[in-house]
């Protein structure tokens, strides 16, 4: 059972179409992340919030939304993909600011289909 | 920057044989060091990882990685290898003063054969 829950498992949308990611941590953890892993590719970060407010947004680019509204929970809006963006989104939650690493704890992700 | 190299794609392997997943990495400071592993349809788990301290580190089901500063590596081994034991496995870097900002491998897809 992962402390991470991720909704829905999978989804297919048009290329016209708006829909959203949700993503909710049961961990008490003050970080939350979007990655992108793609087939042949490195996980790639996409966004990073930190106690609800936004440190990192690895130019990604503007079709993709995120929302933090409080520490547990974390939403990716999503309007006119393209095809390419078709991959496996994850969430992960972390507990920062305690010295040492806090490792990340996943979801088991969202597989998009963008057609 | 930080990168991490992990060398094979995919590793076959026999049922009870041992295997080695090949990490490089590259930074200018110092890291803390992971293995994620990945089974099917499942996200990204915590097997081990590096932090300080003694450069051997375990996991609970019998996998091990070795820190080598000098070759900036960190292998991850398991002597005998089940058939659970078929997933993708990750190695990560994160430079001490950059908190959880994780660079990932591009993975190792292991396949256990009975």
């Given amino acids: 059972e992962t402390g991470v829950t991720q909704t829905p498992r999978h989804l297919v949308m048009g290329m016209t179409n708006k829909k959203s990611l949700k993503c909710e941590q049961?961990?008490?953890?003050?970080?939350?992340?979007?990655?992108?892993?793609?087939?042949?590719?490195?996980?790639?970060?996409?966004?990073?919030?930190?106690?609800?407010?936004?440190?990192?947004?690895?130019?990604?680019?503007?079709?993709?939304?995120?929302?933090?509204?409080?520490?547990?929970?974390l939403f990716l809006h999503l309007h006119t993909l393209q095809p390419e963006d078709s991959a496996l989104y994850l969430c992960a939650s972390s507990q920062r600011g305690q010295g040492l690493a806090s490792p990340l704890h996943f979801g088991n992700g969202t597989r998009l289909t963008v057609t | 920057a930080q990168s991490v190299t992990q060398l094979d794609s995919q590793v076959p392997v026999f049922e009870e044989a041992p295997v080695e997943l090949r990490c490089n990495y590259s930074s200018s400071v110092s890291v803390y060091l992971f293995w994620y592993v990945q089974y099917p349809n499942q996200g990204l788990q915590l097997l081990l990882k590096y932090l300080s301290g003694s450069t051997l580190v375990e996991s609970i089901n019998g996998f091990e990685a070795e820190f080598n500063k000098s070759q900036t590596s960190f292998h991850l081994r398991k002597p005998s290898v089940h058939i659970s034991d078929t997933a993708e496995y990750f190695c990560a870097v994160s430079e001490k003063a950059a908190g959880n900002k994780l660079t990932f491998g591009g993975g190792t897809r292991v396949l256990v054969k009975p």
């Fill in chain 1, 26 to 73: 049961h961990l008490g953890h003050n970080a939350m992340y979007w990655y992108k892993q793609s087939a042949k590719k490195p996980l790639e970060l996409m966004f990073v919030y930190n106690f609800k407010e936004q440190t990192e947004n690895n130019s990604v680019p503007s079709r993709f939304s995120p929302e933090c509204p409080n520490s547990s929970h």
